[in-house]
């Protein structure tokens, strides 16, 4: 009896090399501006063309502005980049939705909303967060530059198989507790390293219950706790979400597809390599103190003593036994491929709606597409935000990293809801605390740490 891992691995399996990695197939390659352009002069010096050219798309997202993004790009090496992809995209005759496309975005929110990534599929990037594409179904995992090149060539790569893991939540989640709380508490529980070797199957009544937007989440994090990679078995939640969508099936074949999708489950008797168990009731909303996403409390804990964080501590400024709460904030960034989606900015709208921005705060609200962005504007959330003095930029990944325009000073303290804290990921000297749109939303209006239990 097979997990659903095995049963979605072994279909796209084309030769296992004895003693060595498995040739596996790929039905969908990502490419972004980043962890490209070696791979694409890797098959210039060796005069190939893509093999199967209908199943990459190429978006730029990481280096992209947030504003002014119909104007030459200032940064040269973010303009460079940029320019290059578009370039190589054209020479090899690759989908490509360059800046100002109304298809660019976050290719980590891109690819699902536009229906690129269907259940049942195997998918990968040059981006470890490519695991977000596992919430529809999918085994989707980030590669190296070498294996990007490997992918364009053959549209295959080689791969040492996962061990299995499968994660239940069960329970209801309470008040004000979201998809990122819930990934923040299994990183805590776990730690950084505690998923490692493994793939991931989320279930349990939480992952049930959950909206695709959360669930995007969810598979999102999944990177950091060690793992390959995280999924969720399709079901209604995400038929009812891909139906419709422009790269999805249509008419009969949608019918088909889901006849086979269904079939996409691990079997009632099927044996994973490690199971772990979780109670809905433990997690409250959550914020990290250290520097990794592994370093986190419960809003309401106090920093705990723990040997070998002295360094993180200290760089955050923070000590043990230290409540966060009243804490004063200096940034809030609402985004990235973690929580840059509608669900995400309809939750930081409901704590700001009727309240206006604290003066002390520098608040970045960035969309994860161009599709969202004209989403908040159809249901009226950009006037809720404008009149409690937020603005809206443009589409990319904005604060999540220090590759573009939106870096955090040095020494500032910055509320993020994007997927990485280490030292000066947001910027040189920046420090980071993780979180839920709604604990951010919570921070932007008050100008402090707060519980957004006390907002609802």
């Known amino acids: 009896m097979n997990t659903l891992f095995d049963k979605i691995w072994d279909r796209h399996v084309v030769q296992i090399i004895d003693d060595g990695p498995t040739q596996l197939y790929i039905d969908r390659l ?39 993004q119909d104007k030459p790009i200032a940064d040269p090496v973010s303009r460079k980049q940029v320019d290059t992809l578009a370039r190589n995209a054209a020479e090899f005759g690759l989908t490509h939705f360059g800046m100002m496309s109304p298809d660019n975005g976050i290719i980590h929110v891109v690819g699902p909303e536009k229906g690129l990534s269907l259940p049942g ?86 992952v049930r219950d959950m909206s695709m937007e959360g669930r995007l989440t969810l598979c999102n994090l999944s990177i950091e706790m060690g793992a390959r990679g995280g999924f969720i078995a399709p079901d209604e939640t995400t038929f009812e979400y891909l139906k419709g969508r422009e790269y999805a099936p249509q008419g009969e074949d949608w019918e088909k597809a889901v006849s086979y999708w269904k079939t996409l489950r691990s079997d009632d008797n099927a044996v994973f390599d490690k199971e772990l168990v ?16 592994g370093m986190g409390i419960g ?46 900015f309809r939750a930081f709208a409901s704590i700001v709606r009727g309240r206006r921005k604290a003066d002390n705060i520098v608040a970045w609200l960035v969309p994860g597409s161009w599709k969202v962005a004209g989403q908040i504007r159809q249901e009226g959330l950009d006037r809720v935000l404008a009149e409690a003095g937020f603005e809206i930029r443009q589409p990319g990944c904005s604060a999540c990293l220090a590759m573009n325009d939106d870096k955090v000073p040095a020494g500032k303290l910055s509320i993020s809801t994007s997927n990485r804290n280490f030292e000066g990921r947001q910027g040189p000297g920046a420090r980071t ?23 609802l």
């Open 30 to 68: 990502y490419c972004h501006e980043v962890t490209s352009p070696q791979a694409f002069d890797g098959l210039r010096a060796r005069g190939l063309k893509c093999f199967r050219p209908q199943r990459i798309v190429c978006m730029p997202d990481h280096n992209t502005p947030t504003h002014d």
């Open 121 to 206: 599929m195997t998918i990968v990037c040059g981006d470890s967060h490519t695991s977000t594409h596992g919430a529809v179904g999918a085994v989707a995992f980030g590669i190296g530059t070498s294996e990007v090149e490997m992918a364009l060539a053959s549209q295959c790569i080689l791969q040492q198989k996962p061990k299995s893991m499968r994660i239940s939540i069960n329970g209801r989640l309470g008040k004000g507790v979201t998809a990122k709380d819930v990934a923040l508490y299994l990183m805590s529980q776990l730690t950084t390293s505690g998923a490692t070797g493994y793939f991931v199957e989320y279930a349990g009544d939480v």
């Open 278 to 293: 979780f109670d809905a009731g433990n997690i409250e909303p959550r914020i990290t103190y250290g520097t990794n996403p």
């Open 299 to 344: 809003i309401t804990e106090t920093i705990p003593s723990r040997p070998g964080e002295e360094k993180a501590l200290h760089y955050m400024g923070f000590e043990a036994g230290q409540k966060l709460l009243g804490t004063k904030v200096d940034y809030v960034f609402l985004g990235a491929c973690t929580n840059g989606r509608i669900e995400d």
């Open 433 to 455: 605390i993780l979180c839920s749109p709604l604990v951010a939303a919570a921070a932007a209006v008050t100008g402090i740490i707060t519980d957004p239990r006390e907002l």
